[in-house]
């Protein structure tokens, strides 16, 4: 295991333990979801960085977390996008072991210009039906949740399979989702994905180096 990597870990470790210890105590004004929340899913996006399969069962204990978050706040599509994002990752999880050529492991590469050009047309029609139902719901901010709704479904369509692409996506739901959490109050939420936004700098980069190397 490389120092840094173990570096990594263990200050990831001891920050996680201190949260959770903080806000059990009442120390911070968080609450023991959200740090479960911030603490899986900072470090499911660390193992896809860095295309470790255990991103996949860390992720849906992520998305167990956040629906529950959701629902607390009455982001009722960001709630129900996490049970897609349970499906989608056990989809993820087959795909990267077994999608690639003879039933090989699936490695890095770019989307098709014609399948990306359907993927933008899914998500502007797709945004604008679920628009108008998340406003018969009374959702707290209909267009921006359904917005970043279809483009993180998007973003984990393409990183199922292992598109560089799925990056971009995120940071553009990313962009979007910190603002709109700072707005409802969830504050660590809002600082979680600052986190994530950095961290697809980095997945960037990696899976371009991947990408090249299987060239």
Request: glycine share 6%; hydrophobic share 55%; aromatic share 16%.
């Amino acid at each position: 295991m490389k120092i840094r990597t173990i570096v990594f870990l263990t200050l990831f470790t001891c920050g996680s333990l201190a949260l959770l210890v903080g806000s059990w105590l009442q120390v911070i004004p968080f609450t023991l979801t959200e740090d479960l929340g911030f603490i899986t899913g900072a470090l499911s996006v660390w193992l896809t960085v860095v295309e470790n399969i255990w991103n996949f069962p860390i992720g849906i204990a992520n998305d167990i977390f956040f629906f529950v978050l959701f629902w607390q706040a009455g982001l009722f599509a960001d709630m129900g996008l996490q049970v897609l994002y349970v499906l989608l990752g056990l989809q993820g999880w087959y795909l990267w072991l077994h999608g690639g050529k003879n039933k090989t492991s699936l490695r890095v590469s770019n989307i098709s210009p014609l399948e990306l050009l359907v993927l933008v047309l899914i998500t502007g029609i797709a945004t604008t039906s679920l628009t108008f139902y998340l406003q018969t719901l009374q959702d707290s901010a209909p267009f921006w949740d359904a917005l970043t709704t279809v483009l993180s479904l998007v973003a984990q369509y393409m990183l199922n399979k292992k598109f560089v692409e799925n990056w971009y996506g995120w940071i553009l739901a990313d962009l979007i989702y910190i603002p709109l959490y700072i707005y409802e109050r969830l504050y660590l939420t809002g600082v979680v994905y600052v986190t994530f936004l950095v961290m697809c700098l980095f997945g960037i980069r990696a899976w371009l180096q991947s990408r090249r190397a299987y060239a």
